[in-house]
Nanobody, 112 residues
Framework: QVQLVESGGGLVQPGGSLRLSCVAS????????MAWYREAPGKERELVAA???????NYADSVKGRFTISRDNAKNTVYLQMNSLKPEDTAVYLC??????WGQGTQVTVSS
């Protein structure tokens, strides 16, 4: 059974930074696409960023140039570095493995 555990969320002022982490159980982490999604109140869940097993990345247009996704296969961990945060980035951020498994989410609130 795959488990994904996110951490690193919190309250930050506009223009600030946060780094989210997602630790995955299981031996096949390095083989899977990992992604971060987010859910804001009243909005649909949206893909924020994804990274393939080979390290190729893609981002939502709204976060390009501000967010960076990365992975450490030795630690079974995927990261989301978020810079220049805006109030519209406020959401629950969820980690996803291979479009099949989900973490419980971590709240990010951007507010002054």
């Amino acid at each position: 059974q795959v488990q994904l555990v996110e951490s690193g969320g919190g309250l930050v002022q506009p223009g600030g930074s946060l780094r989210l982490s997602c630790v995955a159980s299981g031996r096949l982490f390095s083989s899977y696409v990992m992604a971060w999604y987010r859910e804001a109140p009243g909005k649909e869940r949206e893909l924020v960023a994804a990274i393939t097993s080979g390290g190729a990345t893609n981002y939502a247009d709204s976060v390009k140039g501000r967010f960076t996704i990365s992975r450490d296969n030795a630690k079974n961990t995927v990261y989301l570095q978020m810079n220049s945060l805006k109030p519209e980035d406020t959401a629950v951020y969820l980690c996803n493995m291979n479009r099949a498994y989900w973490g419980q989410g971590t709240q990010v609130t951007v507010s002054s």
